[in-house]
């Protein structure tokens, strides 16, 4: 069973940085694409990033230029550097494979931007 935990989020400023870890196990993470995802209140899960197993990203356009994800198979581990976060960034993050069904999400991350 895949397993996969969150950590990293917080209270932060507008204009502030927070880093997102996911630490999987239960699959042979270096072989999946790895993504992170957010959740307003009331709405589905949105991809906001992902990287795939060789490594070349892509981000949504609210959060490019702005987000960095990064992953270290050696630690089965995939991160989100978020940088110059606004209000709108105020979310839960999770997250998962984008391409793969883990069949599992985590309990996920909470990123609230405010002063």
């Known amino acids: 069973q895949v397993r996969l935990v969150e950590s990293g989020g917080g209270l932060v400023q507008p204009g502030g940085s927070l880093r997102l870890s996911c630490a999987v196990s239960?699959?042979?993470?270096?072989?999946?694409?790895m993504g992170w995802y957010r959740q307003f209140p009331g709405e589905q899960r949105d991809l906001v990033a992902f990287?795939?197993?060789?490594?070349?990203?892509n981000y949504k356009d609210s959060v490019k230029g702005r987000f960095i994800i990064s992953r270290d198979n050696t630690k089965n581990t995939v991160y989100l550097q978020m940088n110059s976060l606004k209000p709108e960034d105020t979310a839960v993050y999770y997250c998962?494979?984008?391409?793969?069904?883990?069949?599992?999400w985590g309990q996920g991350t909470q990123v609230t931007v405010s002063s």
């Open positions: 990287i795939t197993s060789g490594g070349t990203t």
């Open positions: 998962n494979a984008p391409h793969t069904d883990f069949g599992s």
């Open positions: 239960g699959t042979i993470f270096r072989l999946h694409d």
